[in-house]
T-cell receptor
Framework: DAMVIQNPRYQVTQFGKPVTLSCSQT?????MYWYQQKSSQAPKLLFH???????NEADTPDNFQSRRPNTSFCFLDIRSPGLGDAAMYLC????????????FGPGTRLTVL | GNSVTQMEGPVTLSEEAFLTINCTYT??????LFWYVQYPGEGLQLLLK?????DKGSNKGFEATYRKETTSFHLEKGSVQVSDSAVYFC?????????????FGTGTRLTIIP
């Protein structure tokens, strides 16, 4: 059974048109992460929530926002997508310790036209 | 903070060959170490981990030993299969103080040819 679910798997949007990607988890984990992964690169952390505490990475553009309405769900909002935002977006969870693994969803492939 | 250096790819091997993908780390203390695998079009999956020095993680025929003397966590498999074709990432916590963020290596793309 899937533990970290991302919808949709593929998203096409137009340049400048806001888009929202969603993630849900059945693990009841404290921490949820959003990563951006471009071709042939390692995942790049955009931000994460520890419970309701939002932690933004210093180099994450303002164009990227996130919401976590409850433990199970987390959303990534891209306010004005540019061509450079085309990437795979990965959601992950963690039980809250550096000893524990991160569980990743299958990702959403975003295309910007 | 902690950091990891991973062998550059791509790596191409024939089926049943022996695999080594090198990973060395810089860290204070002895953080947990992880290998993640990413199959085409998918998210990352934990392949194996080791939580303390001299531990050996193993899964699906892959092994890695946490070696504090050489600060290494090399990934090995004795006989690779076509289905092992994927990108492999070495990772460790960004810092040792209850930090839940990971630092990833650059990834090594592995292709196995029949």
């Amino acid at each position: 059974d899937a533990m970290v679910i991302q919808n949709p798997r593929y998203q096409v949007t137009q340049f400048g048109k806001p888009v929202t990607l969603s993630c849900s988890q059945t693990l009841n984990h404290n921490v949820m992460y959003w990563y951006q992964q471009k071709s042939s690169q390692a995942p790049k952390l955009l931000f994460h929530y520890y419970d309701k505490d939002f932690n933004n990475e210093a180099d994450t553009p303002d164009n990227f926002q996130s919401r976590r309405p409850n433990t199970s769900f987390c959303f990534l909002d891209i306010r004005s997508p540019g061509l450079g935002d085309a990437a795979m977006y990965l959601c992950a969870t963690n039980a809250g310790s550096s000893y524990n693994e991160q569980f990743f969803g299958p990702g959403t492939r975003l295309t910007v036209l | 903070g902690n950091s990891v250096t991973q062998m550059e790819g791509p790596v191409t091997l024939s089926e049943e060959a022996f695999l080594t993908i090198n990973c060395t780390y810089t860290a204070t203390g002895y953080p947990s170490l992880f290998w993640y695998v990413q199959y085409p079009g998918e998210g990352l999956q934990l392949l194996l981990k080791a939580t303390k020095a001299d531990d050996k993680g193993s899964n699906k025929g892959f092994e890695a030993t946490y070696r504090k003397e050489t600060t290494s966590f090399h990934l090995e498999k004795g006989s690779v299969q076509v289905s092992d074709s994927a990108v492999y990432f070495c990772a460790l916590p960004e810092s040792n103080f209850g930090n839940e963020k990971l630092t990833f290596g650059t990834g090594t793309r592995l292709t196995i040819i029949p």
